[in-house]
Nanobody, 116 residues
Framework: QVHLEESGGGLVQPGGSLRLSCAAS????????MGWYRQAPGKERELVAR???????DYADSVKGRFSISRNIVGRMVYLQMNSLKPEDTAVYYC??????????WGQGTQVTVSS
């Protein structure tokens, strides 16, 4: 069973935009907490954006003002709008919930490459 499926990545020039989507299974989607993570080559996976509870969001300092997380609870979807992309945003992007994180369940991720 596929629990998390990310899509929307690709190659984009610096300053460009991408919108990532994540479909989560019923057993993984959590209204408590859904987040987007990224992992660049040779680096640890890091949390870049999270949406919790009633819709409160928070972001890593490196993406504040450029990225926006949203969700569709009924459709069990989470989105990440990424604007003003920089080369340092290049990474594989993953979504997950507090449930999936605890269980160690991850999707295949979607590659984002920012390059001219």
């Amino acid at each position: 069973q596929v629990h998390l499926e990310e899509s929307g990545g690709g190659l984009v020039q610096p300053g460009g935009s991408l919108r990532l989507s994540c479909a989560a299974s019923q057993s993984i989607f959590s209204v408590r907490s859904m987040g987007w993570y990224r992992q660049a080559p040779g680096k640890e996976r890091e949390l870049v954006a999270r949406i919790v509870g009633g819709g409160t969001t928070d972001y890593a300092d490196s993406v504040k003002g450029r990225f926006s997380i949203s969700r569709n609870i009924v459709g069990r979807m989470v989105y990440l709008q990424m604007n003003s992309l920089k080369p340092e945003d290049t990474a594989v992007y993953y979504c997950n919930s507090d449930l999936g994180f605890t269980k160690g369940v991850w999707g295949q991720g979607t590659q984002v490459t920012v390059s001219s």
